[in-house]
Nanobody, 126 residues
Framework: QVQLVESGGGYVQTGDSLRLSCERS????????IGWFRQAPGKERDFVAA??????????DYADSVKGRFTISRDNAKNTVFLQMNSLKPEDTAVYYC?????????????????WGQGTQVTVSS
């Protein structure tokens, strides 16, 4: 079994930064996809960023809306994936979730993941 715990959300002003963390425990996988998604009230869960690891190859993917502002990274020693969010805008307001698939996949933008965390709220005030 796998557990994912997100943290780092908060209430910030336009232009501020936040760093979200997704700490995983339980089973480990040599290949995996970890994705960050966000969901605003009444809306669908949208893709934000993903990291795909397959052996020694790592790929990073971003939604167009966050390219140049958000950066996904990982600390293998801490089993944690981060989402650095800069130049935040009110439209970034949502609950942010991380998900894991135990394999590398090109369909990372689809919110069909085997495991999900509980989410962390990000609110950006204008």
């Amino acid at each position: 079994q796998v557990q994912l715990v997100e943290s780092g959300g908060g209430y910030v002003q336009t232009g501020d930064s936040l760093r979200l963390s997704c700490e995983r425990s339980g089973r480990t996988f040599s290949s995996y996809t970890i994705g960050w998604f966000r969901q605003a009230p009444g809306k669908e869960r949208d893709f934000v960023a993903a990291i795909r690891a397959d052996g020694g190859i790592t790929n990073y993917d971003y939604a167009d809306s966050v390219k140049g502002r958000f950066t996904i990274s990982r600390d293998n020693a801490k089993n944690t994936v981060f989402l650095q969010m800069n130049s935040l805008k009110p439209e970034d307001t949502a609950v942010y979730y991380c998900g894991l698939r135990p394999y590398s996949t090109s369909t990372y933008a689809r919110p069909v993941y085997n495991y999900w965390g509980q989410g962390t709220q990000v609110t950006v005030s204008s």
